[in-house]
């Protein structure tokens, strides 16, 4: 059969990957955590490789394989063959992510990478541009919002249950010049496809947004 494919997109925050593991886990499907892909794509290349011309990025991007194995929360996200760990978690290795997602090599690449992915599994795509660019034909796509404030305020909680305590107004700096960067790039900016189903979370809680989610999802599926 061909795979089903839900997209999830949204600010950072906003938490994406807490629902979309849940969703993964009650649709019995995989959980594709894009910005994972990004965020060890800059891990690998280093600080600094987004000034780098195209040409060195790509040759640099010509030894990167992603592979995705497991289903549900237990999906693992894997590059060359080695999962992916929490060291790209920081907000420093996301704005990391953001600068290296704004160079079309990078975005190409991934592109190719993510929908290769989508070709055998169906997925959880969690990201920025899943409704827009890499599954537009996608039958049921999410774009989650919330206010900046509890976005930080998430994000705050779930570095702390890493063990990777932030500073809450440092954080809400960092968070907001990573949208903006992400809202206003040329390519693949962070936007709502015009298909899909827009919640702002702001003030519904993670057992609420989940149910309207799955009750949306099962309408089209
Ligand atoms: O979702 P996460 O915070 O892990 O994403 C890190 C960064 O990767 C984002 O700020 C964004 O710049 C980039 N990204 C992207 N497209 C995606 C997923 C992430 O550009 N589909």
């Not at 490789?49 to 030894?63: F, Y």
């Not at 599994?121 to 541009?129: K, N, P, Q, W």
Request: charged letters at 30%.
């Amino acid at each position: 059969a061909t795979p089903f494919i839900i997209t999830l997109d949204g600010p950072a925050g906003v938490g994406k990957s807490t629902l979309a593991k849940q969703l993964a886990d009650h649709f019995e499907i995989a959980y594709l955590d894009t910005g994972a892909m990004f965020r060890a794509t800059a891990w690998k290349l280093g600080e600094g490789s987004w000034n780098w011309d195209s040409s060195r990025i790509e040759e640099a991007l010509k030894s990167f394989s992603f592979t995705l194995s497991g289903s549900g929360s237990n999906s693992v996200l894997s590059l060359n063959g080695v999962p992916l760990t929490n060291d790209i978690r920081t907000e420093t290795v996301g704005m990391w992510a953001s600068n290296v997602a704004k160079i079309p090599a990078v975005r190409a690449f991934q592109k190719i990478a993510q929908r290769k992915i989508g070709e055998t599994t169906s997925l959880i795509a969690e990201g920025r541009d899943m409704g827009t660019v890499i599954f537009p034909q996608a039958p049921c796509k999410f774009f989650l919002d919330a206010d900046l404030e509890e976005r930080a305020r998430r994000r705050f909680s779930q570095l702390e249950e890493m063990g990777k305590p932030a500073d809450m107004s440092e954080l809400l700096d960092q968070i907001k010049a990573r949208d903006d960067q992400d809202r206003n790039r040329k390519e693949a900016p962070l936007k709502a496809a015009d298909d899909a189903i827009i919640v702002d979370t702001t003030t519904l809680d993670i057992d609420g947004v989940f149910e309207k989610l799955v009750a949306e999802a099962k309408k089209i599926s």
